[in-house]
């Protein structure tokens, strides 16, 4: 079946450590998104890429950072400058970059400091 | 910035329709989305309007959109248990721009 992937579904994170979620689709879709949700909140775009090789910085990008080599993966780094990483992590993707499509999302990956 | 507003809470008996209401200050997206969200889950998108349509039906699921007041519900007719989760309104060109969600709490 088609979808979006988001592995680990739990993550814990030490302190001064980077850690690597994942995300792979195989809906063929150009674009690709990181969100991230507090409890109690919306979603906050975190990064973004329309397209191979290149992404943009969403509204809280500070302490993160991204790569997009392969049209189906765009796995997202905490990086240990992000000071309050605990949070749900959502990715999305939608089929055309210059077109409004709809965005579906994964499963989530729940991350905690321990 | 883009502002996405929702109500936080809603409660119904089964069986009753459900009105979950959003309001938006960006008028330049083609779509706007309603997801729902159940506990430890992922968004599920559940149904979108063109912003040149007023309504859109999909079965239980009724849209309006009120260009005017930058203003757009989601009915759901019947409301079961399962309808129980966290709903989202969702506007944008590229990335989304989401309220908080509104948490709909179905009573048997």
């Known amino acids: 079946d088609g979808g979006i992937t988001q592995s680990p579904k739990y993550l814990f994170r030490k302190e001064g450590q980077n850690v690597t979620l994942s995300c792979e689709q195989n809906l063929n879709h150009d674009a690709m998104y990181w969100y991230r949700q507090d409890p109690g909140q919306g979603l906050r775009l975190i990064y973004y890429?329309?397209?191979?090789?290149?992404?943009q910085k969403g509204d809280i990008a500070e302490g993160y950072s991204v790569s997009r080599e392969k049209k189906e993966s765009f796995p997202l780094t905490v990086t240990s400058a992000q000071k309050n990483p605990t949070a749900f992590y959502l990715c999305?993707?939608?089929?055309?970059?210059?077109?409004?499509?709809?965005?579906?999302f994964g499963d989530g990956t729940r991350l905690s400091i321990l | 910035g883009e502002d996405v507003e929702q109500s936080l809470f809603l409660s119904v008996r089964e069986g009753d329709s459900s009105v979950i209401n959003c309001t938006y200050t960006?008028?330049?997206?083609?779509?706007l989305y309603w997801y729902k969200q159940e506990p430890g889950a992922g968004l599920q998108l559940l149904t979108y309007?063109?912003?040149?349509?007023d309504m859109k039906q999909d079965q239980r699921l009724t849209v309006l959109l009120n260009k005017k007041d930058k203003h757009l519900s989601l009915r759901i007719a019947d409301t079961q248990t399962g309808d129980s989760a966290i709903y989202f309104c969702a506007t944008g060109r590229r990335a989304l721009t989401f309220g908080s969600g509104t948490r709909l709490q179905v009573q048997p």
């Open positions: 999305a993707s939608s089929g055309q970059r210059d077109s409004n499509q709809p965005q579906h």
């Open positions: 890429s329309q397209i191979v090789n290149d992404f």
């Open positions: 960006d008028s330049s997206s083609t779509y």
């Open positions: 309007i063109f912003s040149n349509m």
